[in-house]
């Protein structure tokens, strides 16, 4: 199992918005994705993982989450992908973003600094 | 301004009569209170609050003085809304004195977890504030809890230096002050480190002009940053309690789910506690020009404000749904400004250093009071022994022509009470 692309460091104005692509392939096919900030698992099953950085919780239904998980179809043979978006960048979102992907025999994983730059005080 | 903060979902408390559960942490919050926005906007920045009159600008201090420096105790003052207040002087007096120690450095610092660590490099310049941070709430909690069984001692403060300061072991009442009185310090010091320019990543408060200021002041002196203050301190602070999965309703995972709700509500002391503070500027305080701001509580008031939290602590208890639920139903739910506990506080009479009480034993006590610093509450009835100490000081100094002092010497008696 390899990452079709590995994580790269990025930096952002804040108030803009993100995305870090994770896109796995291999055999036997990668099963899992899950996204982590700071070392917090962002979403998934267990509640108590979810908003990573704090304020983008998946819970609140009426404003949209700032931070997102979606699923993506890779276009490679037995590959999966996972895309983390988050909208309106805090400088508090700076951040180490990591992937692990397993495919229940393996894992393996990347890890991005995100760097967010305040245009003014 | 109170858009941005819809997405914090502090709220708690579903009260559907039958659950009675509320989570006491952030993502998985639902709330049925509205924003209330009419609110929000007397309060230049506030995360949305459940409780009505909860967060908020306590009133405004205005200090009448001489133009040129900021909040100089000097003058009267006067109010604006409600009660005229205290002045409170610009820098607000904590215990300890602005870090003039070396610079911690991440490589150096112990106890940080796995993402704290992580963290700790993208903030490097914020670790001596954040020391301070600890320090002067853990100080604070010593001199509220001076004359208490408990008086803030940690039993494990000898196992090493923990950066963040030692932490109680068992999930009481006593370690939801320090929880929450830590979180309240390190907020509280990054908004002055804000202000004060020490930081690369902030500056002073750009918070909103209050609607109800009068017209005619002028608003937008360097203020704290508490909005800094709060979101660096949830950024910082919470990330230990979420990194470990535990299983939902272990020991564990109470323990990281009351954590999460003290420091939140050790933050939001901060918010509460601060107001806005004015001064007058003109020619012998003519005050023909008034400028106000943001203004950041002291670490007493704090303290104070814990302290009357750590009194009306609500018990709870973690669900098998990985919950936080009040253990006694016919209790008001805890607000997001309230301190929560899970377990029982040890006797701290006595000596238990697993449970973490270092006992009264050797504690000087009060022989005159009847209060909890008396001998008999203190010592918890086992009696006290009585120290005669004779001291030997120098006295009625006189100053002579020139140039000398000459003093008498003095003896003194003083009685010395400690516990059995």
Known sequence: MHFVRQLNNITRDSGKSVKLNCEVTGEPPPLRIQWYMNEVPIGGSDGAGGGGGGDGGNSEKKSKPRLTVKRFQSRHKNGLGSRLRINKLEVHDKGFFTCKATNGIEEIQSTAILIVKVNRF | MNINFAVFIFVLLIVNGVTRAYAGHASSIKSHFKESSSYAQQVPWTPPEPSVGGVGVGGVDVS??????????????????????????????????????????????????????????????????????????????????????????????????????????????????????????VAHAMARACRDGRLNTCSCSRSGRPKDLRRDWVWGGCGDNME??????????????????????????????????????????????????????????????????????????????????????????????????????????????????????????????????????????????????????????????????????KCECKFHWCCYVQCKTCTRNAEVHTCK
């Open chain 2, 64 to 185: 009448v003085g001489e133009a040129g420096t900021m909040g100089g105790g000097s003058g009267g003052s006067m109010g604006m809304m409600g009660d005229p207040l205290l002045l409170s002087p610009s820098s607000s007096p904590s215990p300890p004195a602005l870090p003039t120690d070396p610079p911690p450095k991440c490589n150096n610092v112990s106890g940080l977890s796995a993402g704290q660590a992580k963290l700790c490099l993208l903030y490097e310049e914020h670790l001596a504030s954040i020391r301070y941070g600890i320090q002067a709430g853990l100080a604070e909690c010593r001199s509220q809890f001076l004359h208490r069984r408990w008086n803030c001692s940690m039993t494990t403060e000898n196992v090493g230096a923990p950066f963040l300061g030692p932490d109680l072991q068992t999930s009481s009442r006593e370690a939801a002050f320090v929880q929450a009185i830590k979180a309240a310090g």
């Open chain 2, 228 to 393: 800094y203050g709060y979101k660096f301190t949830k950024v910082f602070l919470d990330v230990k309690e979420k990194e470990k999965r535990w299983k939902k309703g272990s020991p564990e995972q109470g323990r990281n789910l009351m954590n999460l709700h003290n420091n939140e509500a050790g933050r939001r002391a901060v918010l509460k506690k601060s107001r806005v503070t004015c001064k007058c500027h003109g020619v012998s305080g003519s005050c023909s020009l008034i400028t106000c701001w943001q203004q950041l509580p002291s670490i007493r008031e704090l303290g104070e404000h814990l302290k009357e939290k750590y009194e009306g602590a609500i018990e709870v208890r973690a669900t098998r749904r990985g919950r936080l639920q009040i253990r006694d139903p016919r209790f008001s739910l805890p607000t997001a400004s309230d301190l929560v506990y899970i377990d029982d506080s040890p006797n701290y009479c006595i000596r238990n250093i697993t449970a973490g009480s270092i006992g009264t034993h050797g504690r000087e006590c009060n022989r005159t009071s009847h209060g909890m610093d008396g001998c008999s509450l203190l010592c918890c009835g086992r009696g006290y022994n009585t120290q005669r100490l004779v001291t030997r000081e």
